[in-house]
Nanobody, 125 residues
């Protein structure tokens, strides 16, 4: 069993920055595939970024490339999503999710079995 816990989001003006953190509590000495997803009202859930702890492979959605960065702090066993140059269209509920195997088709998060509680990120214009 894996428990995913992530930080609280927040509100920021367009052009600002926020950082979300995520920790997956589960079996030790295994690799995790961790992703950040978001869902805005009336829209489908979309993948934002992923990180595979096995080899450090990252993925970023086209809509956030150059603005968002996913990274890991090994010492703290924590994943971070640094969000810069935020836009009003980034407003959504953000979720961290985890699983054990790397997934090529991660964008909709259908094969992630462990999810955090979700946190709101609001970007005002």
């Amino acid at each position: 069993q894996v428990q995913v816990v992530h930080s609280v989001g927040g509100s920021v003006q367009a052009g600002g920055s926020l950082r979300l953190s995520c920790v997956a509590f589960g079996p030790a000495y295994v690799n995790y595939f961790i992703g950040w997803f978001r869902q805005a009202p009336g829209k489908e859930r979309e993948g934002v970024a992923t990180f595979y702890t096995g080899d450090g492979t990252t993925n970023h959605a086209e809509s956030v490339k150059g603005r968002f960065t996913i990274s890991q702090d090994h010492a703290k066993n924590t994943l971070y999503l640094q969000m810069n140059s935020l836009k009003p269209e980034d407003t959504a509920m953000y979720y961290c999710a985890a699983d054990f195997r790397y997934q090529n088709c991660w964008q909709l998060g259908r094969n992630f079995n462990y999810w955090g509680q979700g946190t709101q990120v609001t970007v005002s214009s």
